[in-house]
């Protein structure tokens, strides 16, 4: 069974760090772009961070966190992180881990599809 | 960044009834246009992608169509279960980016 879960998520203060994971199982981790979407309490969807395939040779942010997140992975061990620093309260969500539908994505997502989401990992930044 | 602009925000519907939802892009993303569904309290699920090739698993009552800026999903008959929001996602160029959602409530 594909699967993806994350971890990770709790309540912080603004200005400090967070960093997330998701353990990825039931497919070919490395064959596929990984994405982090997230969704504030009561809206829609925000796209936050996707990697490509091969180690990270191709990265992209959402401008709402470029600078302030980064994204990376770990192949042999089958994990998606994302690394939040200089939290605010509007990043205050649910962050979905995310499969690519096709394999070998190379600009993470583009012409693309999402396929597999995990049940997400609540983010709350609050004093 | 391309903007999507989904309509109506919601929209109440009966059982059997046909659905359709538009999403419009800010500029040209070809058919990289892709629908997900979030029931309450769950992950979204993958119904359409590249506009109309429909998702392993997901009913034929739904199908999408459109090009350039301007796509619809259709529900051909809506089911109890069809009652949820649905989202556009534009994967045409990074950073790649959804529409506002439309919730399906029943009449």
């Known amino acids: 069974e594909v699967q993806l879960v994350e971890s990770g998520g709790t309540l912080v203060q603004p200005g400090r760090s967070l960093r997330l994971s998701c353990a990825a199982s039931?497919?070919?981790?490395?064959?596929?772009?990984m994405f982090w979407v997230r969704q504030a309490p009561g809206k829609g969807l925000e796209y936050v961070s996707g990697?490509?395939?091969?180690?990270?040779?191709?990265?992209a942010y959402a401008d709402s966190v470029k600078g302030r997140f980064t994204i990376s992975r770990d192949n042999a061990k089958n994990s998606l992180y994302l690394q939040m620093n200089s939290l605010r309260a509007e990043d205050t969500a649910l962050y979905y881990c995310?499969?690519?539908?096709?394999?070998?994505?190379?600009?993470?997502?583009?012409?693309?599809?999402?396929?597999?989401w995990g049940q997400g990992t609540m983010v709350t930044v609050s004093s | 960044d391309i903007q999507m602009t989904q309509s109506p925000s919601s929209l109440s519907a009966s059982i059997g009834d046909r659905v359709t939802i538009t999403c419009r892009a800010s500029?040209?993303?070809?058919?990289?246009l892709n629908w997900y569904q979030q029931r309450p309290g769950k992950a979204p699920k993958l119904l359409i992608y590249?506009?109309?090739r429909l998702q392993s698993g997901v009913p034929s009552r739904f199908s999408g169509s459109g090009s350039g800026t301007a796509f619809t999903l259709t529900i051909s008959s809506l089911q109890p279960e069809d009652f949820a929001t649905y989202y556009c996602?534009?994967?045409?160029?990074?950073?790649?980016?959804f529409g506002g959602g439309t919730k399906v409530e029943i009449k």
């Open positions: 590249t506009t109309s």
């Open positions: 990697i490509s395939w091969n180690s990270g040779n191709n990265i």
């Open positions: 500029q040209s993303i070809s058919d990289y």
């Open positions: 996602q534009q994967t045409y160029t990074n950073p790649l980016t």
């Open positions: 039931g497919f070919t981790f490395d064959d596929y772009a």
């Open positions: 995310v499969k690519d539908l096709f394999k070998y994505s190379s600009s993470p997502g583009a012409h693309d599809a999402f396929d597999i």
